[in-house]
Nanobody
Framework: VQLQASGGGLVQPGGSLTLSCEVS????????VGWFRQSPGKEREFVAG????????NYADSVRGRFTISGNGAKTTNYLRMNSLKPEDTAEYYC????????????????WGQGTLVTVSS
């Protein structure tokens, strides 16, 4: 399974950005997608995730109500819509894939894409 993340960039506080994650490979319909982020000097943290069927989603408290993950698991391109961005959202964002159930732990994800950098600054 391969993942390709894109869509990062520079955005002003209060602005919006949509990240994309293309998933390819065998049996991708069995996989859910998670988004994680990491800032310099900080540990990687869970941002949002959707299970393989697309009927369960979860968000970190810090982004709930501002970010929306698309709901088809890994079957189609996965999107993370980010609204009302704050400087503290600045990070390298990664998408990852795991079979079946949703998880907030990065250790449960077997496949990772490269990061895409999001910078929120005026």
């Amino acid at each position: 399974v391969q993942l390709q993340a894109s869509g990062g960039g520079l955005v002003q506080p209060g602005g919006s950005l949509t990240l994309s994650c293309e998933v390819s490979g065998r049996s991708v319909s069995q996989y859910g997608v998670g988004w994680f982020r990491q800032s310099p000097g900080k540990e990687r943290e869970f941002v949002a995730g959707v299970n393989w069927r697309g009927d369960m989603k979860n968000y970190a408290d810090s982004v709930r109500g501002r970010f929306t993950i698309s709901g088809n698991g890994a079957k189609t391109t996965n999107y993370l819509r980010m609204n009302s961005l704050k400087p503290e959202d600045t990070a390298e964002y990664y998408c990852a894939a795991k079979r079946w159930a949703l998880s907030t732990s990065g250790d449960d994800y077997a496949y990772w894409g490269q990061g895409t950098l999001v910078t929120v600054s005026s």
